[in-house]
């Protein structure tokens, strides 16, 4: 009788796993037991992440206010405090020659085309060591920032009266007394007016509508854009809006010049008009893309009749956001956004405005933007050049009561 070897049974799992463990990654198990082996410490990943953290440099703060007493105690914590760099003040002593910039300040404020005016007159003076003279209503000092290196204050009330006869008897003047190389007026409805009485009055030859400027090229299109014409800058030049760039960066010394002129002292110059005046517009009659204040709600407001209010103590157009709109408490000519309108306003006051990525797209060439919300992280708020983090509903009547306080009293 012959004899059979007792075969033992193989358990599939083991051998499974031992094939895991002798050619596949090592698990948690293994790693273990090797460790116990060789006597090596398991390492805490955490451990070593609060390692490096206690070892790298306190992230630094910045001082946006640049607040003295505030960087003092930064400094004394040992926090690192940035700064903005200061802006080298430009000086020309002795110019070489002058340009004029005949600004419009419409009810005192520097527009974004006399800016723009001034960006032209710079690019005339640089080109040879000139300097910029703006002359305007009001102070120069807010013109600095902007490329003015002289100043010539008209009188304030010049600002109230549609009296165009009085800045072309000045323009006259200061064409006498200054000798400038070039004047140039911002080609708008005043602007324009003042240029077209200065070149009849002196005989001068006025090119209109500049788009394209250099110390021998002047340039503007015509037929539609399908033709340029080019002649060498001459005396009288009006700019043509939104073809020049402001300046941003620079600070020049915006110097005022006293001029003992008949003109400069505000002598009266009868009007060939009689009661001629600006009239008053409704601010909600005005197209979103044509208006410099806009007051606009988010689905934060709840105070409709606060937001009313305020829109006409502050004479801005009133505007919205998409969901405002699509609730119905404004029309949707009313929206602003990438899908509503794209505006280009001075200042945008922003009441519970989150800030939509559609939305934000819309207000891109905004100048100013003054934003109120609750929350200190909304994305409008880190848009704004202005935040103030709280309940719109008890921001604008303040507002409202303020701007009483202010006319009456």
């Known amino acids: ?37 060789t006597n090596e410490r398991r390492r805490d990943p955490r451990a070593i992440r609060d390692a490096a953290l206690v070892q790298r440099q306190p992230r630094p703060r910045y001082d946006w206010a640049r607040d003295a007493a505030s960087a003092g105690t930064a400094a004394a914590v040992g926090i690192a405090v940035a700064t903005a760099p200061a802006i080298p003040l430009q000086v020309i002593a002795e110019p070489a020659y002058l340009v004029l910039a005949m600004l419009d300040r419409p009810g005192g404020e520097v527009s974004e085309h ?11 003076a640089d080109a040879g060591g000139g300097a910029v003279v703006t002359v305007s209503t009001g102070s120069g000092e807010v013109l600095a920032e902007s490329g003015s290196d002289r100043h010539v204050s008209l009188p304030d009330g010049w600002a109230d ?21 070039h004047i140039l007026f911002p ?34 299109q015509s037929a539609g854009g399908t033709l340029e014409t080019g002649y060498r800058p001459t005396r009288l030049m009006t700019v043509a809006a939104d073809t020049f760039a402001p300046l941003d960066g620079v600070r020049h010394e ?18 060939r008009l009689g009661g001629a005046r600006r009239l008053a517009v409704d601010p909600d009659a005005l197209s979103l893309s044509e208006t410099d204040f806009i007051l606009s709600a988010g689905n934060g407001v709840t105070d409709w009749q606060s937001f009313v209010e305020l829109g006409e103590a502050l004479g801005a157009t009133r505007a919205g956001s998409r969901v405002v709109c699509d609730a119905g408490h404004l029309p949707r000519e009313r929206q602003v956004g990438a899908s509503g309108t794209v505006v280009g306003a001075r200042c945008y006051l922003a009441f519970g405005i989150a800030g939509a990525p559609q939305h934000l797209q819309g207000i891109t060439a905004v100048r100013h933007v003054i934003a109120v919300n609750t929350d200190l992280h909304a994305e409008m708020i880190k848009r704004a050049d202005l935040s103030i983090v709280a309940d719109a509903q008890a921001v604008m009547p303040a507002l409202i009561r303020l701007i009483r306080e202010r006319r009456h009293g």
């Open 1 to 37: 009788m012959t004899s059979h070897p007792i075969r033992r049974r193989v358990d599939p799992r083991a051998e499974r796993a031992a094939r895991t463990i002798l050619t596949g990654p090592r698990p948690r198990l293994l790693r273990q037991a090797v460790a116990a082996t």
């Open 114 to 124: 006399d800016r723009q005016v001034i960006a032209a007159a710079r690019l005339l």
């Open 161 to 181: 009266d549609y009296v165009p006869e009085r800045r072309a008897v000045a323009a006259s003047a200061l064409m006498g007394a200054l000798s400038p190389r």
């Open 187 to 220: 080609d708008s409805p005043d602007g324009g007016d003042v240029a077209r009485r200065v070149a009849a009055a002196t005989g001068e030859r006025l090119f209109a509508g500049v788009q394209s400027l250099g110390p021998d090229r002047a340039t503007r």
């Open 254 to 271: 915006a110097r005022p010049l006293d001029l003992a002129t008949p003109v400069m002292a505000g002598e009266e110059i009868l009007p």
